[in-house]
């Protein structure tokens, strides 16, 4: 069925190294995706959005990338710290007239000292 | 400024029981959600509200009634409570309207989830 889902349940990367969280989506309709961080005992909090009509948008150490053709978005965080280890959501509008996001399962973060 | 407060932050039921979680938001968004969050699993929109005076179902509404109070306040109620409601529940508000934008604008900003357990 149509999902938002992500390719890896948990990434462990190096203290300084990139990192790549991965999601896949099903739904060519969807017009607008999020990507949320959420920490242990907390809400999830917006890292950085993109619209369908862009393929790339860059925020402060965060890129997310959109293929519409094979419909798929990544989060590249640069120089991981290990105040990013959490787990990472990847959401989308699927432009149904519905005024809310389906979320994907998640991908927790672990950053290595 | 508080943002998405929820109360309360844990509950404990027996099955059978009802309660109702209560959000506000001071950011004079429009549409306000309720979430559930099971282990292992991502969000899942039980209802929402787009605009005051509106509630519409999400994905996992049976359950659940829900009131919009007012343009700040969105309270979630679990009549009967089941331990399948086992779970946490996340707040969330949007200034979101149609707009320019079309059906779905802008970042959802959510509170820090009221978790329950029904036995």
């Known amino acids: 069925g149509e999902s938002v889902g992500l390719h890896l349940p948990t990434l462990s990367v190096q203290e300084g190294d990139n990192s790549i969280i991965n999601c896949a989506y099903s739904n060519s309709a969807s017009d607008y995706f999020i990507w949320y961080k959420q920490e242990s005992g907390k809400g999830p909090q917006f890292i950085i959005d993109?619209?369908?009509?862009?393929d790339k948008r860059q925020g402060q150490r965060v890129t997310v990338l959109l293929n519409k053709t094979v419909k798929h978005l990544s989060l590249q965080i640069a120089a991981t710290q290990p105040g990013d280890s959490a787990v990472y959501f990847c959401?989308?509008?699927?432009?149904?007239?519905?005024?809310?996001?389906?979320f994907g399962s998640g991908t927790r973060l672990q950053v290595q000292p | 400024n508080a943002g998405v407060t929820q109360t309360p932050k844990f509950q404990v039921l027996k099955t059978g029981q009802s309660m109702t979680l209560q959000c506000a938001q001071d950011?004079?968004?429009?549409?306000m959600y309720w979430y559930r969050q099971d282990p292992g699993m991502g969000l899942r929109l039980i209802y929402y509200s787009a605009s005051e005076g509106t509630t519409d179902k999400g994905e996992v509404p049976n359950g659940y009634n829900v009131s919009r109070l007012n343009k700040r306040e969105f309270s979630l109620r679990l009549e009967s409570a089941a331990p399948s409601q086992t779970s946490v529940y996340f707040c969330?508000?949007?200034?979101?309207?149609?707009?320019?934008?079309?059906?779905?604008?802008?970042?959802?900003?959510f509170g820090e989830g009221s978790r329950l357990t029904v036995l």
């Open positions: 950011m004079n968004h429009n549409s």
């Open positions: 959401a989308e509008n699927r432009g149904t007239g519905r005024r809310a996001l389906t």
């Open positions: 969330a508000s949007t200034a979101g309207t149609s707009g320019r934008r079309g059906a779905y604008t802008g970042e959802l900003f």
């Open positions: 993109i619209r369908s009509n862009m």
